[in-house]
């Protein structure tokens, strides 16, 4: 199996900054694309940003220009920087990545989530 652990998520005041990572362990082959998703309350789970491990990068267009996507290969990280923050950014933000994990019957094709990190956006 293959998992993701976020971290950064925090309470922020409009306009201020915040920089989100999610680290991907377990038997990983390799990891092809990784991305950022939200869900704010009462909305359905969007996509943020995503990157591939050619490192070209996709936005929404609420975020562009304000976020930028990284990512460390040889640490199997994600980073999500998120500059000029605004009250409906609030929302809790998910890691995922898709790739091919190692088994005991050569390499098969995982997709993983993150728990979770809680990112409110608030004076």
């Known amino acids: 199996q293959v998992q993701l652990v976020e971290s950064g998520g925090d309470l922020v005041q409009p306009g201020g900054s915040l920089r989100l990572s999610c680290a991907a362990s377990?038997?990983?082959?390799?990891?092809?694309?990784m991305g950022w998703y939200r869900r704010a309350p009462g909305k359905q789970r969007e996509l943020v940003a995503s990157?591939?491990?050619?490192?070209?990068?996709n936005y929404a267009g609420s975020v562009k220009g304000r976020f930028t996507i990284s990512r460390d290969n040889a640490k199997n990280t994600v980073y999500l920087q998120m500059n000029s923050l605004k009250p409906e950014d609030t929302a809790v933000y998910y890691c995922?990545?898709?790739?091919?994990?190692?088994?005991?019957?050569?390499?098969?094709?995982?997709?993983?989530w993150g728990q979770g990190t809680q990112v409110t956006v608030s004076s």
């Open positions: 995922n990545a898709g790739g091919f994990r190692r088994t005991d019957h050569g390499r098969v094709p995982f997709g993983s």
């Open positions: 377990g038997s990983i082959f390799t990891i092809n694309s």
């Open positions: 990157i591939t491990s050619g490192g070209s990068t």
